[in-house]
């Protein structure tokens, strides 16, 4: 935390498919800045060992084996996070899938490209839902949608989670403005092309040297949880290559 920062102690994160990969790295840099995490996802075993990596630095944590495309598992796990941690402050709708086998949309497999769909596109719906009524009574809080580059430059190996990010920026089109006059900011953030499993799998990454440092990533969700960006809610961020204090300085001239 640079000098000046406020303080993220006493705020409450709550992270969907905190498992593993970036959603596990973002809860421990979360979590290492003070703040409390609650933990979702379908892997139990995955989440236990994120809480334990949080518990590191002392944040209180809570864990909720939860499928985002079902709107009840979703409901009965933000009740959890908020009874066990308090009010959720910061949203993360990381959980999400990649098509595999890189086939063309024509090709693709239908169970597979609506599984894909259906948890990046309902599951973020879904965990908006839950939370963010409480958001809105309570006039404060933040979401972060985790998009992709590939939400505006599509590639048809991908037409699922190409179309899936797209429609998190459509969305995001329609609700930000609503959503910021009852004191909720609506983020979408792409983290760029960072090492995870799920990146490691998909072939427009074989071979793949230079990774973005998911440190860029966390960094702007810190920001994001410090009301440092609240400016810039409603628009597509990328974490890897842009200048936030530049955009925030753009905005101001122009907003």
Request: charged share 20%; aromatic share 4%; with cysteine.
């Given at each position: ?6 303080s ?6 709550l ?15 979360l979590?290492?800045?003070?703040m409390?995490?609650g933990l979702i ?12 990596a949080c ?5 209180a ?7 985002v495309r ?7 796990a933000?009740?959890a996070?908020?009874?066990a941690l ?22 693709a497999d239908p169970e597979h ?6 948890t990046?596109?309902?599951g ?11 958001m809105?009574r309570?006039?404060?809080?933040r ?9 505006v430059?599509g590639?048809v190996r991908?037409?699922a ?7 998190l920026?459509?969305?995001a089109?329609?609700?930000?403005d609503?959503?910021?006059?009852h004191g909720?900011h ?6 760029g092309?960072v090492?995870?499993?799920?990146t ?14 998911p ?5 702007a ?5 410090r009301?440092e ?5 409603g628009r597509?961020?990328?974490a ?8 925030l300085?753009q905005?101001?001239l122009t907003?």
């Amino acid at each position: 935390m640079s000098a000046g920062s406020p303080s993220l102690r006493g705020q409450v994160a709550l992270i969907t498919g905190a498992g593993r990969g970036l959603g596990r790295i973002l809860a421990v840099g979360l979590a290492e800045a003070g703040m409390a995490v609650g933990l979702i996802g379908r892997n139990r075993r995955r989440l236990d060992d994120t809480a334990r990596a949080c518990a590191r630095h002392a944040a209180a944590t809570t864990v909720c084996v939860a499928d985002v495309r079902s709107p009840r598992e979703i409901r009965e796990a933000a009740r959890a996070v908020h009874a066990a941690l308090g009010p959720v402050d910061l949203l993360v709708n990381n959980a999400g899938l990649v098509d595999q086998g890189e086939a063309p949309f024509w090709e693709a497999d239908p169970e597979h490209w609506w599984e894909v769909f259906e948890t990046n596109v309902r599951g973020t719906v879904n965990a908006c839902q839950a939370v963010g009524q409480e958001m809105i009574r309570r006039q404060s809080g933040r979401i972060v949608n985790v998009n992709s580059i590939f939400a505006v430059r599509g590639d048809v190996r991908y037409s699922a989670y190409s179309g899936s990010k797209a429609s998190l920026l459509a969305l995001a089109a329609v609700v930000a403005d609503p959503l910021r006059e009852h004191g909720v900011h609506l983020f979408d953030i792409s983290p760029g092309m960072v090492r995870t499993d799920m990146t490691l799998s998909m072939a427009v990454c074989a071979g793949r040297e230079d990774w973005t440092d998911p440190a860029r990533f966390v960094a702007a969700v810190l920001r994001v949880a410090r009301g440092e960006l609240d400016p810039l809610a409603g628009r597509f961020l990328h974490a890897g290559t842009d200048d936030l204090d530049e955009l925030l300085g753009q905005q101001r001239l122009t907003g």
